[in-house]
């Protein structure tokens, strides 16, 4: 008895005081926490793909989404609950008319950002890729007023898209602290233009042909930011206003001869944004970066060009929509396919911590589980630093390792 009792005071007491003979078994490592190796005033986020993975009464409620989500970022933005299928029509009475938008999905995602102290970015106010149907099924040109009406209404879907506009961003006043104002109005062929105009008898909806850019003019970007800035004003909302692309954040440093034949996306868009800056009445803040990058690509000195190039503008940067795609055509990632997306990650989080005008990183998502890759890339994915069983990859780890390291 005697001797039971002391082998099990030797069994609590010996690796308390950490002189265990034998050698302990190595602790668990402790889960990265990413937002805690952000330096102060750098954002970390990730896109929230849906509503009901983060509502718990919901059934597609996901508890470990939650923590891994709570517990790496510190900001979040919508994949899609802000984008232009909320809205949902017109409705005119004895007062005029008025946009009718359904906010229930794009509020829980607000909601979800206040309740947990999270910053929330809007995505997306203009976008040529999320048109209504109910709207650009009714539109026509009218030969009288020499523009593009809402047939129903008679009225030009440049007031239309003006007031939804002020609508979304009055509605969503305090809560969010930067929108993307207008996403991807430049082409990504040269000479970098305008996407092809739209035409309701050719143009399906995954098609690249801008209705905006046909119904209100070339102009519509700078419109757009005359409109946004007026509503910040208005409402004394305080947002940051951007315009986001893909492709755009390489530049190479040698400046090109004017603003008529960039030779670069990135050019074409910095030109865009200065264009803005130079509107009598609008306001720009920054650009957002998107880099759907493929596993690989690493960011150096093209980017750091880049940035300069938007610091002589007084503009900011954002990385807006990180991932970095793997080829996997059914099979799973290889290691090396791994270490070359970990570079990636790397290279981008230092990218982002060493330039003083980039606002921060948002991945667009962070789970592969929900990842919107596979279903738009086809024989790609495996692009976010969680797998699918929302366990960490490499990507993660080079991550943190570039975090500690600066
Ligand atoms: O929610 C409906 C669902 O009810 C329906 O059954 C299903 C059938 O197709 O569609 C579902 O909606 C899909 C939605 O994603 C949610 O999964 C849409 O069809 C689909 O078009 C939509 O794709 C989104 C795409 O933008 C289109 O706007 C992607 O998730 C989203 O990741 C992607 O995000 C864009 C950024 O906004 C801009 N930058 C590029 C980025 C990647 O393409």
Same mark, same amino acid.
Not at 141 to 169: F, G
Not at 170 to 180: I, L, N, P, Y
Not at 367 to 382: E, K, L, N
């Given at each position: 008895?005697?001797?039971?009792?002391?082998?099990?005071?030797?069994?609590?007491?010996?690796?308390?005081?950490?002189?265990?003979?034998?050698?302990?078994?190595?602790?668990?490592?402790?889960?990265?926490?990413?937002?805690?190796?952000?330096?102060?005033?750098?954002?970390?986020? !990730?896109?929230?793909?849906?509503?009901? &993975?983060?509502?718990?009464?919901?059934?597609?409620? +996901?508890?470990?989404?939650?923590?891994?989500?709570?517990?790496?970022?510190?900001?979040?933005?919508?994949?899609?609950?802000?984008?232009?299928?909320?809205?949902?029509?017109?409705?005119?009475?004895?007062?005029?008319?008025?946009?009718?938008?359904?906010?229930?999905?794009? +509020?829980?995602?607000?909601?979800?950002?206040?309740?947990?102290?999270?910053?929330?970015?809007?995505?997306?106010?203009?976008?040529?890729?999320?048109?209504?149907?109910?709207?650009?099924?009714?539109?026509?040109?009218?030969?009288?007023?020499?523009?593009?009406?809402?047939?129903?209404?008679?009225?030009?879907?440049?007031?239309?898209?003006?007031?939804?506009?002020?609508?979304?961003?009055?509605?969503?006043?305090? #809560?969010?602290?930067?929108?993307?104002?207008?996403?991807?109005?430049?082409?990504?062929? !040269?000479?970098?233009? *305008?996407?092809?105009?739209?035409?309701?008898?050719?143009?399906?909806?995954? #098609?690249?042909?801008?209705?905006?850019?046909?119904?209100?003019?070339?102009?519509?970007?700078?419109?757009?930011?005359?409109?946004?800035?007026?509503?910040?004003?208005?409402?004394?909302?305080?947002? #940051?206003?951007?315009?986001?692309?893909?492709?755009?954040?390489?530049?190479?440093? &040698? +400046?090109?001869?004017?603003?008529?034949?960039?030779?670069?996306?990135?050019?074409?868009?910095?030109?865009?944004?200065?264009?803005?800056?130079?509107?009598?009445?609008?306001?720009?803040?920054?650009?957002?970066?998107? !880099?759907?990058?493929?596993?690989?690509?690493?960011?150096?000195?093209?980017?750091?060009?880049?940035?300069?190039?938007?610091?002589?503008?007084?503009?900011?940067?954002?990385?807006?929509?990180?991932?970095?795609?793997?080829?996997?055509?059914?099979?799973?990632?290889?290691?090396?396919?791994?270490?070359?997306?970990?570079?990636?990650?790397?290279?981008?989080?230092?990218?982002?911590?060493?330039?003083?005008?980039?606002?921060?990183?948002?991945?667009?998502?962070?789970?592969?589980?929900?990842?919107?890759?596979?279903?738009?890339?086809?024989?790609?994915? !495996?692009?976010?630093?969680?797998?699918?069983?929302?366990?960490?990859? *490499?990507?993660?780890?080079?991550?943190?390792?570039?975090?500690?390291?600066?």
């Amino acid at each position: 008895m005697r001797l039971r009792f002391t082998a099990l005071l030797a069994v609590l007491l010996v690796p308390a005081l950490g002189w265990a003979a034998a050698p302990a078994k190595p602790l668990a490592k402790a889960p990265v926490a990413l937002k805690t190796l952000f330096p102060q005033g750098k954002l970390i986020g !990730a896109a929230v793909g849906n509503d009901a &993975i983060i509502t718990p009464s919901n059934a597609h409620y +996901d508890a470990a989404y939650n923590r891994t989500l709570l517990q790496n970022f510190n900001t979040i933005v919508a994949e899609n609950a802000f984008k232009g299928w909320i809205w949902k029509g017109r409705a005119c009475g004895e007062r005029g008319c008025h946009n009718v938008i359904d906010f229930s999905h794009a +509020d829980r995602i607000a909601a979800f950002a206040r309740a947990n102290h999270l910053r929330l970015r809007g995505h997306v106010l203009v976008y040529y890729h999320v048109v209504p149907a109910w709207l650009s099924q009714q539109t026509k040109y009218d030969a009288k007023q020499r523009t593009w009406v809402y047939a129903p209404t008679h009225e030009p879907i440049r007031v239309l898209l003006r007031d939804y506009v002020r609508d979304v961003m009055t509605h969503f006043k305090g #809560q969010v602290f930067e929108w993307d104002v207008v996403n991807e109005a430049v082409s990504d062929k !040269a000479p970098f233009g *305008p996407w092809p105009a739209w035409n309701p008898e050719t143009c399906s909806a995954t #098609q690249h042909c801008d209705f905006w850019e046909t119904t209100i003019g070339p102009s519509y970007p700078e419109r757009a930011f005359v409109w946004a800035n007026a509503v910040d004003q208005q409402t004394g909302a305080g947002a #940051q206003l951007f315009y986001n692309d893909y492709n755009n954040d390489a530049y190479n440093g &040698i +400046d090109d001869p004017g603003f008529s034949h960039p030779l670069t996306k990135a050019e074409a868009v910095s030109d865009l944004a200065y264009k803005i800056q130079h509107t009598p009445g609008a306001h720009i803040d920054g650009v957002g970066l998107q !880099a759907h990058l493929k596993a690989g690509t690493i960011w150096g000195k093209r980017q750091r060009n880049l940035a300069r190039r938007y610091q002589k503008l007084g503009l900011d940067l954002m990385v807006t929509e990180l991932d970095a795609r793997i080829p996997l055509y059914g099979k799973r990632p290889t290691r090396r396919q791994l270490r070359q997306q970990a570079r990636t990650y790397a290279s981008v989080t230092r990218f982002v911590l060493g330039t003083p005008n980039v606002q921060g990183m948002l991945l667009w998502g962070f789970t592969d589980r929900y990842s919107w890759i596979p279903r738009w890339q086809h024989g790609w994915g !495996a692009g976010l630093p969680f797998n699918a069983q929302e366990q960490p990859k *490499p990507a993660l780890f080079a991550m943190e390792k570039a975090l500690r390291a600066h």
